[in-house]
């Protein structure tokens, strides 16, 4: 299939095509993202969706459509949404949006690393608490030993992590919190 060139007037007074701006499906493209961006607004916390300073009609859209519980109310509510989304400028809340996925995927990386080392420490023991005192220099190792003791102990009786498994945890993620504030220091 060949492209057509544009169509030339066939007359001398009449003038050429001129853009007309997107195309249909181009529009439809847009009312989509916005449409799918208003469903990702719904799911956000007030929080963050009171720091991307919407417009009021926006913002109060949104926080209705968590409220609705009818299946067809919630697809019309998302719709509207997405229209009204057309006439914001949907890059900042893009640019939030991304910022805001890279610092829960730093939360995660160290829940995941405060994870890991209490689960070494209660399976290892004493070597595993070894290398954490020379990797965290500050840390009181009497203490994290009696944490340790209390969470092995229970891991033993009850075959998983209790109340001194998480106490433990706690005093692992406060330990690495202290470590990274003074390295950014």
């Known amino acids: 299939m060949t492209s057509q060139p544009p169509r030339a007037p066939k ?14 499906s181009a529009r439809k493209r847009a009312a ?3 449409q799918d961006l208003g469903e990702e607004l719904i799911r956000m916390r007030d929080s963050d969706l009171n720091s991307l300073n919407l417009p009021e009609q926006v913002s109060d859209a949104i926080r ?9 109310g919630g697809a019309r509510q998302r719709q509207y949404i997405g229209k009204l989304m057309r ?5 900042p809340i893009y640019a939030f949006i991304a910022s805001r996925s890279e610092l829960d995927a730093r939360e995660t990386e160290r829940f995941k ?6 689960e070494r420490l209660i399976v290892e023991g ?6 954490l005192k020379r990797w965290r220099a500050g840390l009181d190792q009497d203490e994290l030993a009696r944490l340790l003791s209390a969470a092995q102990s229970e891991r033993m009786r009850t075959g998983a992590n ?6 433990l945890f706690r005093a692992l993620r406060t330990l690495f919190e202290q470590g990274s504030k003074s390295a950014d220091e």
């Open 162 to 167: 209790g109340a001194a498994g998480r106490e």
């Open 126 to 131: 004493t070597p595993a608490l070894e290398e």
């Open 113 to 118: 690393r405060v994870e890991a080392w209490r």
């Open 32 to 34: 989509h993202d916005a």
């Open 64 to 72: 209705d459509a968590r409220h609705i519980t009818s299946r067809r």
């Open 87 to 91: 006439d914001v400028d949907l890059e």
């Open 11 to 24: 007359d001398k007074d009449e003038e050429p095509l001129e853009y007309d701006g997107p195309s249909k």
